[in-house]
């Protein structure tokens, strides 16, 4: 049962520039935490907002929570190629971590 | 540094085989997870343990069964592959309820399974 969903499903942006990615969810959630991909490797966890926090920083990265509209966004700021990868909103059910579709990010140099 | 580790990066296999992808984590995790991962579909969630010896059923089970013998190892059996299981099989770890519960996962480097 697919709970986050990610949006855009793709964004192409140019080194510097910031990049936004939104989450949606459906139920009430413990936590939202965002994991990135890079191309054919696993998934490394970036950050995780509380459902009682509204907005957290680490580094380049901003994540903000809005329960009321059950929504989520990631910033990434002064984007670098490496930052190039795929994105995913997870959120917890009752037992498990479930994964949106991810959105996919091309920072070009 | 926390590692989790999956068996093969690459796997080839013949439709009606049985297959074996072993995921191994030195953390000390109480939750194991195995994920499988398509195009357009996301992930999955196939199987997840939370203490040895102890499984449950995700999103996806069917064709599939899992086996925790020991807590660092949680394996995914393919009991006779079939075309569509051909997949990126993701393995993954985490705390568990007596540390709070909600964590996050660590995950493995994927074995990419084709079956022809």
């Known amino acids: 049962s697919q709970q986050g969903e990610e949006d855009p499903q793709a964004l192409s942006i140019q080194e510097g520039e910031n990049a936004t990615m939104n989450c949606s969810y459906k139920t009430s959630i413990n936590n939202l935490q965002w994991y990135r991909q890079n191309s054919g490797r696993g998934l490394v966890h970036l950050i995780l907002?509380?459902?009682?926090?509204r907005e957290k920083h680490s580094g380049r990265l901003r994540v903000t929570l809005d329960t009321s509209k059950k929504s989520s966004s990631l910033l990434i700021t002064a984007s670098r190629a490496a930052d190039t990868a795929s994105y995913f909103c997870?959120?917890?059910?009752?037992?498990?971590?479930?994964f949106g579709k991810g959105t996919m990010l091309l920072v070009s140099p | 540094d926390v590692k989790v580790t999956q068996s093969s990066r690459y796997l080839v296999k013949r439709t009606g085989e049985k297959v074996f992808l072993e995921c191994v984590q030195d953390m000390d995790h109480e939750n194991m997870f195995w994920y499988r991962q398509d195009p357009g579909l996301g992930l999955r969630l196939i199987y997840f343990s939370y203490d040895v010896k102890m499984k449950e059923k995700g999103d996806i089970p069917e064709g599939y069964s899992v086996s925790r013998e020991k807590k660092e190892r949680f394996s995914l059996i393919l009991e006779s592959a079939s075309t569509n299981q051909t997949s990126m099989y993701l393995c993954?770890?985490?705390?568990?309820?007596?540390?709070?519960?909600?964590?996050?996962?660590?995950f493995g480097p994927g074995t990419r399974l084709t079956v022809l």
């Open positions: 997870a959120t917890w059910g009752y037992s498990t971590l479930t």
């Open positions: 993954a770890s985490s705390l568990g309820l007596a540390s709070g519960g909600y964590n996050e996962q660590f």
């Open positions: 907002i509380r459902s009682n926090e």
